[in-house]
């Protein structure tokens, strides 16, 4: 398991004094508001940032961090990452993951067949979709509720999951 997990990534600047717009990857983005730091990946390493004020426009975080006063302080950052460490994430509830725990688990039928791996996690609103990245390059999307998701084994790392009749087919 990663011990960081992203929360948000910075999309731009927002006005001359060093705030930037942050498009949240979390569920609750009201979350940033208890939140009195990130951990920045500049991709070269990782920057500690306290964080300063936060409002909320649109679909967007507003972030202002401590001693980052001007645009161009701030503008080299746009496009990367914010983490936060695990010991600062919401706490799940039961049959709940992170996404980032589940990316690259085996899936495996109820019927013992193989699928692949699990590439990626469509957030749709409804109710997520599994990407299985399959042998061939081939990807099946499973629906991530209670009748297909059978089981989430972190340790084995493993999911099992039931077919509705033409999945498979699509």
Known sequence: MEEMLRVGVISSTHGIKGEVKVFP?????????????VTLDTKKGLEPLKIQTVR???????????????????????GMDLLIRRDQAVELGEGEHFIADLIGLMVI??????????????QTGANDVYVVEMEGRKEVLIPAIKP????????????????LEGLLDL
């Open 25 to 37: 990857t979390t569920d609750d983005p009201a979350r940033f508001t208890d939140l009195k730091e």
């Open 56 to 78: 909320f426009f649109k679909n967007m975080v507003i972030l202002k961090f401590e001693g980052y006063d001007d645009i161009n302080a701030i503008e080299r950052y746009k």
């Open 109 to 122: 039928t109820d019927e013992g067949q193989t699928l692949g791996r699990l590439k990626d996690v469509l």
């Open 148 to 163: 297909c998701i059978l089981d989430v084994d972190l340790a084995a790392g493993q999911m099992k999951v039931h077919l």
